[in-house]
T-cell receptor, first 114, second 109 residues
Framework: NAGVMQNPRHLVRRRGQEARLRCSPM?????VYWYRQLPEEGLKFMVY????????ESGMPKERFSAEFPKEGPSILRIQQVVRGDSAAYFC????????????FGPGTRLTVT | KQEVTQIPAALSVPEGENLVLNCSFT??????LQWFRQDPGKGLTSLLL?????REQTSGRLNASLDKSSGRSTLYIAASQPGDSATYLC????????FGTGTRLQVFP
């Protein structure tokens, strides 16, 4: 049973470009969470999604960031017009059901904005 | 608003020592508390999960306790080894996971 998959593992973008981060949850999991870890900081919750629904986006920046989890395919975190401050590690987690079911984390995508 | 604090921020010890890492949280209304390990540039490895109704959990040389009423958890590492060097994160689960900023542990031979 494969774990949570994230790709790419490393992503380099120039300022102003778009970044797309993908997350495939564990088999049987329909709940996905995105977290961001800025350099030298802890992980911060961004968004919680179920299939085709955003449940909680209280941690998402108001502009340039969006997330989706379509009926088919992986969850996507999209960052438009990236800036240097977006450089961070982005982690995805999945769970079988809603909190407080245990979340399992992927290896992360490290985004570098040049 | 739930806040999670971990002390110390960093710890450097010789191999073989027994260690205690501390985690405190401001709101006792949690479902569970989880301890993770993160190696540099890597993802998170779950170590122990304690349900709010439990007092402790053990796995090998690791023991985690939870005192929900006082808003505290400790992670005890027995007989530390250089391979234990990593950042240790605690997270409380409410309707989401809220993480502390971590304790960076270095165990030297």
């Amino acid at each position: 049973n494969a774990g949570v998959m994230q790709n790419p593992r490393h992503l380099v973008r120039r300022r102003g470009q778009e970044a797309r981060l993908r997350c495939s949850p564990m088999k049987g999991h329909s709940h996905v969470y995105w977290y961001r870890q800025l350099p030298e900081e802890g992980l911060k919750f961004m968004v919680y999604l179920q299939k085709e629904n955003i449940i909680d986006e209280s941690g998402m920046p108001k502009e340039r960031f969006s997330a989706e989890f379509p009926k088919e395919g992986p969850s996507i975190l999209r960052i438009q017009q990236v800036v240097r401050g977006d450089s961070a590690a982005y982690f995805c987690a999945s769970s079988r059901d809603s909190p407080p079911y245990e979340q399992y984390f992927g290896p992360g995508t490290r985004l570098t904005v040049t | 608003k739930q806040e999670v604090t971990q002390i110390p921020a960093a710890l450097s010890v010789p191999e073989g020592e027994n260690l205690v890492l501390n985690c405190s949280f401001t709101d006792s209304a949690i479902y569970n508390l989880q301890w993770f390990r993160q190696d540099p540039g890597k993802g998170l490895t779950s170590l122990l999960l304690i349900q709010s109704s439990q007092r402790e959990q053990t796995s090998g040389r690791l023991n985690a306790s939870l005192d929900k009423s006082s808003g505290r958890s400790t992670l005890y590492i027995a007989a530390s080894q250089p391979g234990d060097s990593a950042t240790y994160l605690c997270a409380v689960c409410t309707d989401k996971l809220i993480f502390g900023t971590g304790t960076r542990l270095q165990v030297f031979p």
